[in-house]
């Protein structure tokens, strides 16, 4: 085997360790072209992984807060100065157009970082009560398991958060962003946290997710992905009554309110559902609108889907690019085909390559519309650019076909007036609701889900407390 093209995200005690026997194979998403072997961690490697990160629970306990705060604001800057680097390898690893990963991608990473860096600063680890006082305290060792679909982001928000708690962190990234990971490794291991306890290792999930998250030397784990993995993981965990947070599947509806200017409201709810190829566990993929002015609202999806062009992931015009592997686009090949022979209404896409493509793992914007909430395509979670458009007789009707979904991840509401909007939101079963704005931005505000979206919540102080425990001394 070609060594120039091995790829090792084992970091064990602040070194890369590239010995391994087996391999997992690398594609370029925009042309199938082989990228590399990504080297998978062996089983004892994994064990002395997990055994140093137990071992440095002291260590970890013991930081300053301002030995934290030195420590993130390090990362903080590298991953900055690294920005076009980090740009590039993300592009590579999952086909994001190069614009949109060297920034939107960097940027959720960078926000993360600042965030709990404010709130380390003054967040209170000790609290003084009449009769008793309540020490709150890292819980340990933690195991953060991380997607492809958001790579910065997703890591970020979870090592930030465990190191202003003080935790030691084990990390297991995607196999299907490699590079990203491996800077990112790079830049912890030279920070000054102290020796093992940072420690990485990667491989196929299935093969090695059991050996991490049924270990007791493991105190939390931290899981970002599907709701079907997260089911086992919390199995998994149960035997040694191990914390779990879990972010995980969604299909969240976006409501549009009959008092807008459809002209501009329905060209940004399309945009915000196709963003980063549709791969994003909030994306918003049901579109309710008013049943009065579904014929005025098609014409317009319809124009702006037209307007969507994909393209190779080095070109920096807008447009989208390819989905992350060929297991993702033939899932939702297989989702478009379903609607089809179930006699759902397609306005504009289908399954076929775009005329602009000859390979790759691309899809085009796909929208189906008068979709019934019950169906298949409108209940199950597609992860990629395809759309339902949904109608609502009016708001009550609008809220229960909001609800009437097993995820409760995001939602998002575009109307005239904020404080109806804020008045339908309480009535939405999910984590969160984006009013107006075309994303959550860079606020603290928690993240995470209702129902089978998930558990627990990420960012800012509601992410620092998922890595702490209580003590009352009394």
């Known amino acids: 085997m070609n060594n120039k093209l091995l790829v ?33 961690s062996t089983e004892k490697q994994i064990d002395e992984a997990i055994n140093l990160t137990y071992e440095s629970v ?23 100065q690294k920005r076009e680097e980090f740009g590039r390898l993300i592009s590579l690893e999952m086909g994001a157009p190069i614009e949109l990963a060297t920034n939107a991608h960097i940027n959720m990473g960078l926000d993360h970082l600042s965030n709990t860096i ?17 020490h709150k305290i890292s819980i340990g060792a933690v ?20 190191i202003a708690a003080g935790c030691p962190v084990l990390i297991k990234p995607s196999e299907y962003s490699p590079f990203s990971a491996k800077l990112v490794a790079k830049i912890i291991s030279q920070s000054n946290l102290p020796k093992g306890s940072f420690n990485m290792i990667n491989g196929i999930g299935r093969d090695m997710g059991h050996l991490i998250t049924s270990d007791p030397r493991i105190s939390m784990i931290s899981f970002t992905g599907s709701t079907k993995a997260g089911i086992e993981i919390q199995k998994n965990a149960a035997e040694s009554i191990k914390k779990v947070s879990l972010e995980l599947g969604g299909k969240s509806a ?3 309110f009959d008092d807008v200017d459809y002209q501009k409201a329905i060209p940004v709810a399309l945009d915000q559902c196709f963003l980063n190829s549709g791969q994003s566990c909030s994306s918003p993929t049901r579109l309710l609108v008013p049943e009065k002015d579904i014929l005025e609202i098609e014409e317009i999806a319809q124009k702006h889907a037209e307007t969507i062009e994909c393209i190779n992931p080095s070109e920096t015009k807008k447009g989208i690019g390819p989905l992350v592997n060929v297991n993702q686009y033939n ?3 297989s989702f478009i085909k379903t609607g089809l022979d179930q006699g759902l209404e397609i306005l504009y896409g289908d399954s076929r390559l775009p005329a602009n493509q000859t390979k790759g793992y691309y899809i085009k914007p796909t929208i189906f519309t008068r979709v019934k909430n019950n169906s298949d395509i409108a209940q199950k979670e597609i992860f990629g650019p395809v759309l339902c458009i949904i109608t609502y007789k009016d708001l009550d009707d609008a809220v229960k076909k909001v609800n ?13 007036n904020y404080d109806d909007g804020v008045r339908f939101a309480t009535s939405i079963e999910a984590g969160q609701t984006i009013i107006n704005k075309p994303s959550r931005g860079s606020v603290p505000a928690p993240f995470g889900g209702f129902k089978m979206s998930g558990n627990g919540r990420e960012h800012g102080v509601y992410g620092l407390e998922e890595y702490l425990e209580v003590k009352a001394i009394i």
């Open 143 to 162: 195991a953060l398991i991380t997607p492809w679909n958001w790579p910065l982001n997703q890591l970020f928000t979870k090592v930030a958060s465990a």
């Open 58 to 80: 002291g260590a970890m306990r013991a930081l300053s807060r301002d030995s934290k705060v030195d420590i993130l604001q390090y990362i903080y800057n590298e991953v900055s």
């Open 331 to 333: 899932q939702v090949k």
């Open 8 to 40: 090792s995200n084992t970091f064990l005690n602040g070194n890369c360790v590239e010995k391994g026997d087996n391999f997992f194979k690398l594609i370029n998403p925009a042309d199938e072209s082989f990228v590399g072997n990504l080297v998978c």
């Open 404 to 416: 009437d979904s097993r995820y409760g991840l995001s939602s998002y509401i575009t109307c005239s």
């Open 118 to 134: 404010k709130v380390l600063k003054d967040y209170d680890f000790i609290e003084e009560n009449d009769g008793y006082s309540i």
């Open 254 to 256: 976006h409501v549009i």
